[in-house]
């Protein structure tokens, strides 16, 4: 294979995906799988092969629903993206619990890298809403996994599908962070077998579609934007609101945040919780309770159950990733985004690392996101090469600290090629050599999504 600028693909059939697999592995070409590009660790780079785009996988297939659980499913294909779904669900009165803040990024992506967004504080990651998959291995076999039915049993995970030559290895034994996670591929003691291949980051196999869970909109929501003095003031009450009420979203600002959005410095809390029509307005009077008895500086029209402003709440906290992103284009460097988690017990020494040691820096940033699940993205916006090369040896010192405190250096973009060394921080080089032996095995020619989560040099020496 010479080193050439990648040819791109876009197959709409699997079929096509087959007869592209198959024609890689024989030629021994790496093939680097696309969703909808809006991965933030580099994943969908590649500077030769083949660029495997799911863009034309956009069928969306009938809704069901089932009365009796009260729950129903969606099959799409893997290129439908966030946006689509949740228009098609909206007009049955349904929606799909994940809810990635970046709405053009597609189902098969989100499934890849185990995505999740403000309502994973109730709901959890996209992990738990797949039901069934279809996918093809890097020698193109297909094959179909539903939920449930597949478990690793005496510590060996084995794949004897009908359709699939059996692969069987022993678990791995690097640590799983007690946070959400998307580092390096998931494993548990009695694991399913779809949740090896959902956030195993298109290194194992390429969805070709999906059956998702769904839920019914609930009958009313409310959610507000509180505003507070101080960031630790804000800290605090998120930790209450989280013990004594049932958000389902809760989302920090900091002041430096808000100074971006156009507000006074302090810092904000977005905050979503379900409930009905007939306790909406007692379940107002609660949050503005504890706000209040948390020094916020509450003003009763910016807690609602209307929902165009739950939408206007929503509209402002996705803003802001937008104007980071446009000032680091202005700054003319590339801005580091960190995407760690820690255990509820490390939530305030986290909190407390992150403020002084970004204050000490000296460059500019913003710090916000999860909250409910510890769960915050610090942005380094470097101006200078001098500061980029600060920025990074930060990143690093942030990482360390996440994974002393019991966390995980990705709680939902991945390791893409970006992160590669800080996944090692958290699993070690054994962890990285486990994972470089499962995709010998599913993926014995290293054709799928070379050189991401660990390096390629890892998965040729690999045994
Ligand atoms: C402004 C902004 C906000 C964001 N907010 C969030 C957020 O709140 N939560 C969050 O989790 N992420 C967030 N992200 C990151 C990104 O949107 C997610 O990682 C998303 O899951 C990527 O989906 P995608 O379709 O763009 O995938 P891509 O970027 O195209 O690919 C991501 C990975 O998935 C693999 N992949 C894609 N399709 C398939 C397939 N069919 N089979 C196998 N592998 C596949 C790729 O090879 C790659 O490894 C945000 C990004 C931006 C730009």
Not at 57 to 81: A, C, K, Y
Not at 353 to 377: K, P, Q
Request: a negative charge; one cysteine or more; proline letters at 6%.
């Amino acid at each position: 294979m010479t080193d050439s600028l990648p040819r791109i693909e876009t197959p709409s059939s699997e079929q096509e995906v087959a007869q592209i697999l198959k024609e890689a592995n024989r030629a021994k070409t790496p093939v680097t799988v696309a969703g909808a590009k809006t991965g933030l660790t580099g994943a969908c780079t590649a500077d030769s092969g083949i660029i495997l785009s799911t863009e034309r996988f956009n069928q969306i297939g009938p809704v069901l629903w089932d009365d009796e659980r009260n729950s129903g499913s969606v099959t799409v294909e893997p290129g439908v993206t966030l946006k689509a779904l949740e228009a098609v669900l909206d007009m049955y009165g349904y929606f799909y619990p994940p809810d990635p803040g970046e709405k053009a990024a597609s189902i098969g992506g989100t499934a890849a890298t185990n995505a999740s967004g403000p309502r994973s504080l109730a709901y959890g990651p996209t992990r738990a809403w797949i039901r069934r998959v279809k996918l093809l291995l890097a020698d193109a076999t297909p094959i179909e996994i539903t939920r449930s039915k597949h478990f690793a049993q005496n510590g060996i995970l084995s794949m004897k599908t009908t359709s699939v030559k059996p692969v069987s290895f022993p678990l791995p034994t690097y640590c799983q962070p007690k946070t959400k996670n998307a580092a390096g591929y998931f494993w548990a003691p009695q694991m399913d077998l779809i949740d090896l291949f959902i956030g195993s980051e298109g290194t194992l196999g390429v969805f070709t579609e999906l059956e998702l869970e769904i839920r019914r909109q609930p009958e009313a929501v409310i959610s507000g934007m509180l505003f507070f003095k101080s960031e630790t003031d804000c800290f605090d009450f998120s930790v209450a609101a989280k013990k004594t009420l049932q958000p389902r979203t809760l989302e920090f600002f900091d002041g430096n945040s808000l100074k971006i959005l156009g507000d006074q410095p302090g810092a904000a809390l977005l905050f979503e919780q379900e409930t009905t029509k007939k306790t909406e307005a007692a379940l107002a009077q609660q949050w503005l309770a504890l706000a209040r008895a948390h020094g916020a500086i509450v003003s009763e029209e910016l807690i609602s159950s209307e929902p165009e402003d739950h939408q206007a709440f929503q509209q402002y906290r996705y803003q802001l990733p937008v104007r980071v992103n446009k000032q680091a284009a202005e700054n003319g460097f590339r801005k580091l985004g960190t995407d760690f988690a820690v255990p509820d017990e490390s939530a305030r020494a986290m909190f407390d690392f992150y403020r002084t040691e970004l204050l000490a820096s000296g460059i500019d940033y913003a710090l916000w996101g999860h909250i409910g699940e510890n769960h915050l993205h610090a942005n380094l916006l470097p101006k200078n090469k001098e500061q980029f090369d600060q920025s990074t040896k930060l990143y690093a010192t942030l990482a360390k600290k996440a994974v002393e405190l019991g966390g995980t250096v990705s709680a939902e973009h991945g390791i893409g090629k970006l992160r590669i060394p800080y996944l090692e921080m958290m699993v070690g080089a054994n962890g990285l050599k486990e994972m470089a032996r499962i995709k010998k095995l599913v993926d014995p020619g290293g054709i799928l999504n070379r050189g991401n989560i660990f390096p390629y040099e890892l998965f040729l020496s690999a045994v």
